[in-house]
């Protein structure tokens, strides 16, 4: 059958996928506006293969906790361009996804992949797959974490930096909508500030040896006597954990007190336990 222009236009206002392709794939379906979207699911597979060698680096942040704050996860799901990230379609797909991860927490970004997606007639992974074929740009999940805690053993709180473009759990080893606020703010220092660690007892070990070994030649390069390289590593080593370990790090809000001094101020005991964090870039 003749695959008219208005039959093109509605395939292309259900899917949001190229003229030529709503056509061909029409043409391949005779017509049939749900054999024509599987046609462009399977286009979909193709193409998710032949833009694997593309860069996602655009894309959104999403972080999300349950009602209870007891777990959270955050997810970054990335597309080539910009223009597409900022459509309410794609921020839509990337919060379906944090909810499908929200409810089972999953191990790792491919036990992800595997959970079904909204209504389950898709898992995330074939979702994923239609609309890498539908938008026609290389679309992953670029990055995936989750905190979960117990009950009465903190909460973790939510941020998501403005135009999705970082997005940050942060556990507070005590509860209450009171401490919420503080919580936030904290999430705010780890989007900008952009924390290694909780403290320095949480830099690994190859990070430690790096420091140690930058500082070492930072010396070496300043002429400073050999007798004196390594104290001058280590005081080096001990900036670094100033600068780079959250609770130590000057509070971006009040310079006059670090981190963990801000927590103490609000409630004494206040701690952070733990925190992930995923951005663009």
Do not use: W
Not at 65 to 85: P, S, W
Not at 107 to 129: H, M, Q, R
Not at 209 to 235: D, L, V
Not at 251 to 260: E, F, H, I, L, P
């Amino acid at each position: 059958m003749a695959v008219t222009i208005t039959d093109i236009k509605q395939l292309r206002d259900m899917t949001g996928a190229g003229m030529g392709d709503c056509k061909k794939a029409l043409e391949a379906s005779s017509g049939d506006m749900e054999g024509a979207i599987d046609f462009l699911r399977k286009l979909g597979q193709k193409l998710s293969v032949k833009r694997a060698d593309r860069e996602a680096k655009e894309g959104v942040c999403i972080a999300l906790t349950d009602h209870y704050r007891n777990k959270g996860v955050v997810v970054k799901l990335g597309c080539e361009t910009d223009f597409v990230a900022k459509t309410d379609k794609f921020v839509a797909m990337a919060t379906a996804i944090a909810e499908a991860a929200l409810k089972k927490t999953p191990a790792n970004t491919a036990e992800l992949l595997a959970l079904p997606y909204g209504d389950g007639e898709l898992t995330v992974g074939e979702k994923i797959t239609e609309q890498t074929g539908i938008i026609g740009e290389k679309l992953e999940i670029s990055n995936y974490d989750s905190i979960v805690t117990k009950g009465g053993e903190g909460q973790v709180i939510p941020y998501i930096h403005a135009g999705h473009r970082a997005a940050v759990l942060v556990a507070l080893n005590l509860e209450g909508p009171d401490l919420m606020e503080a919580g936030k703010n904290i999430a705010m220092q780890v989007a900008a500030m952009k924390p290694v660690a909780v403290d320095k007892d949480g830099v690994d070990k190859a990070t430690i040896e790096r420091e140690i070994e930058i500082g070492k030649e930072q010396a070496r390069a300043e002429n400073k006597p050999e007798g004196m390289i390594e104290k001058i590593a280590f005081g080096k080593l001990n900036r670094f954990y100033k600068d780079s370990t959250l609770l130590n790090q000057d509070y971006v809000k009040d310079g006059s007190m670090n981190v963990a001094a801000y927590l103490t101020s609000v409630k004494k005991g206040l701690t952070v336990t733990a925190f992930k964090h995923v951005a663009l870039g």
